[in-house]
């Protein structure tokens, strides 16, 4: 686990929610009293589709039923901007199974070449999971996750 760092508000505007509709913005500060864990993907990503949305749907199938949890996919979009669009996150949503929030987060929208995400938590790529706690803080951070350490740990941290 990396070391505790507070959380960045999101500067994301672009998300379907769980049942793959265009949503609002989700914030984060409309979760403080839950444990947040963030996937950070591209569509195009091999590594994505053959580690990163498995260990998701693992995590999710634990804890879906555990409202002390929420999820949120994100496309962090700093390369293949064509490929990697808003219209893959249902995509991706229905062929994983997640009916959680999924966001679309561009660095061009931005100004910039990384995403707003990636500029924010220093993510270097995809796949990237974030865990932050109830207090807004960065627990975890890494491309690589030991899903079933994971498991242990957040299965610690249940209501």
């Known amino acids: 686990m990396s070391a505790s760092i507070s959380a960045t508000e999101f500067r994301i ?13 989700y914030r984060l500060a409309d979760y403080e009293s839950h444990f947040k864990i963030i996937f950070c993907f591209q569509h195009w990503c091999p590594g994505c589709h053959s580690a990163g949305f498995p260990n998701l749907q693992k995590l999710y199938d634990t804890f879906k039923n555990d409202q002390k949890f929420m999820f949120f996919a994100i496309q962090t979009v700093f390369e293949g901007h ?13 062929k994983y199974k997640l009916p959680i929030p999924f966001g679309q987060d561009e660095g061009t929208a931005s100004g910039h070449e990384l995403s707003t995400l990636m500029q924010d938590y220093k993510t270097r790529g995809t796949p990237w999971f974030l865990f932050i706690d109830e207090n ?3 627990l975890f951070s890494d491309f690589h996750i030991n899903i079933d350490a994971a498991l242990i740990f957040l299965k610690s941290r249940k209501s």
């Open 13 to 25: 505007v672009n998300w379907i929610g769980p049942d793959g509709n265009k949503h609002e913005e």
């Open 82 to 94: 064509k490929v990697n669009s808003f219209d893959k996150l249902r995509e991706n949503q229905l």
């Open 136 to 138: 807004n803080k960065v």
